[in-house]
């Protein structure tokens, strides 16, 4: 098989699937246009997120058997058309599911502790103890949305704390030895953190807005190291200066584009407010985006195209 590499990965995807025989050809630099007027030539297709596989490049793309996304999401694809056409879709959730974990309770505790606030300080020469008091994690619920690959990983991390984990999922039966799964009012009547870990659909999209916060029996910290677009960030700012929201660390904004490589369509108010916000912590899409996690993306896209068509 052919398989045209779009995106610069670990070397491990070159190297394998020209061990199982296939061809691989790299270009990182045509435009998507050049790209659908070859994209025929191959049966298979690597992509991160350079550009968006829609119906109209699907269409062109007419012996393609597969779509390698080294990735968690499938977001920047044209899931619905490419079932359509039978193409096999592979992501890698499982290879950075790690990272994501790691990165949503290192943004949690930064928060509750004032780290990144008292961080500036201190290098400006200001030496603030009390107003850089922090919050201990012990003792408090924290609560998950989306109880798949990433919510199940920062639920693991959170094992070595003195919390009470919740989770709610949209399916059934999804929690485990470390969240236990309840319905939304009881989730919205006990966290004390907010989490979210779901993929990018149209009933995640927007999915926190004021109706959402509003109905939290308590103040909480909200985390989003899942996608922008499910947290209405005007919304959130009216919670955050409210106290409804006690702080927030976001890894991804509503403003991405859906390529994520570069920073944002536009820059509005609310964004303005997020930059200056003292407790709010902002990181580029990167909660995912670890020297080993690289390397586990690649293998795990490897794997499943392997035992599909191998």
């Not at 690597?46 to 968006?52: C, E, G, L, N, Q």
């Not at 953190?193 to 910290?221: D, M, R, Y």
């Not at 904004?253 to 916000?277: D, G, H, I, T």
Request: glycine share 8%.
């Amino acid at each position: 098989m052919k398989i045209l590499h779009v995106d610069t990965n670990h070397p491990l995807l070159l190297e394998q699937f020209a061990q199982l025989g296939f061809e691989n050809h790299e270009d990182y630099t045509s435009t998507k246009e050049e790209v659908e007027k070859k994209i025929h030539l191959y049966d298979g297709v690597i992509i991160r997120s350079r550009f968006t596989l829609d119906q109209q490049f699907l269409e062109k793309a007419t012996n393609l058997k597969f779509i390698g996304r080294v990735g968690a999401g499938l977001e920047n694809i044209d899931v619905r058309y490419a079932k359509h056409r039978g193409i096999y879709l592979a992501s890698a959730p499982e290879g950075n599911r790690n990272a994501v974990g790691e990165h949503a309770l290192g943004m949690l505790l930064s928060l509750m502790n004032h780290m990144c606030k008292a961080n500036r300080e201190v290098k400006k020469g200001k030496w603030d103890r009390e107003g850089n008091r922090g919050v201990e994690l012990d003792g408090k619920t924290v609560g998950i949305i989306g109880y798949g690959n990433m919510g199940k990983a920062f639920a693991k991390k959170l094992r070595g704390f003195d919390v009470e984990v919740i989770c709610y999922d949209i399916v059934g039966g999804v929690d485990d030895e470390n969240a236990r799964q309840v319905g939304i009012m009881e989730f919205q009547q006990k966290s004390d953190v907010v989490s979210l870990h779901v993929p990018q659909t149209e009933l995640t999209q927007g999915i926190v807005n004021s109706e959402f916060i509003n109905a939290f029996h308590k103040p909480f910290w909200l985390l989003n190291t899942a996608r922008g677009k499910c947290v209405v960030t005007e919304d959130l700012v009216t919670a955050l200066k409210s106290g409804k929201v006690l702080g927030a660390g976001l890894d991804v904004l509503e403003y991405e584009k859906k390529s994520f490589e570069n920073m944002f369509v536009q820059k509005p108010k609310a964004f303005k407010y997020l930059r200056k916000a003292k407790n709010v912590l902002l990181t580029p899409h990167v909660a995912g985006w670890t020297v080993e996690s690289k390397e586990k993306l690649a293998q795990t896209i490897v794997d499943k195209v392997k035992a599909k068509f191998c």
